[in-house]
């Protein structure tokens, strides 16, 4: 009898290790890496007036968290990064803005509305304490169409 609840205990840690070994946190050379393969989308979360200033990163879907003319939190930003990925909530992203603050919170956010596999970027596009950013790697950027 003893043996049994162990049992249960090994398989439901190995159903979850995929869970547990995936990073909430990326570098923007992790990031980039992903993208490539095919593995995730980075969903930019800047102002429009950000990524008319430095491009988004190649590949990136921008969606703004916030308006542009109140800085709030857009009602719709959840609606609009679904939008953005196809209507799937399990689709891997990776977010990013310009330092790491907001891409963090917009990752708070998502998870809350049901988002499964949400990664930060964060040390963002101009970089911080969390690293020198997607800039200053040289990584490839593309100008903002919609701006």
Known sequence: ??????????????LLLPVLARAEVLTAEEAKALAIRGELTIVDVRLPFEWAETGLPEGAQGVSLQNPLTHEVRGDFV????????????????LICARGNRSAFARELLAEAGFTKVDDI???MVGGAN??????????TEPCKAC
């Open 79 to 94: 609606a609009d990064v679904l939008r953005a990925l196809g209507g799937s909530e399990d689709r891997p992203i990776a």
């Open 1 to 14: 009898m003893v043996a049994m609840p162990k049992f249960f205990l090994i398989v439901a840690t190995l």
């Open 131 to 140: 690293g020198p950013g997607w800039l200053a790697r040289g990584l490839p």
């Open 122 to 124: 964060s040390e963002g």
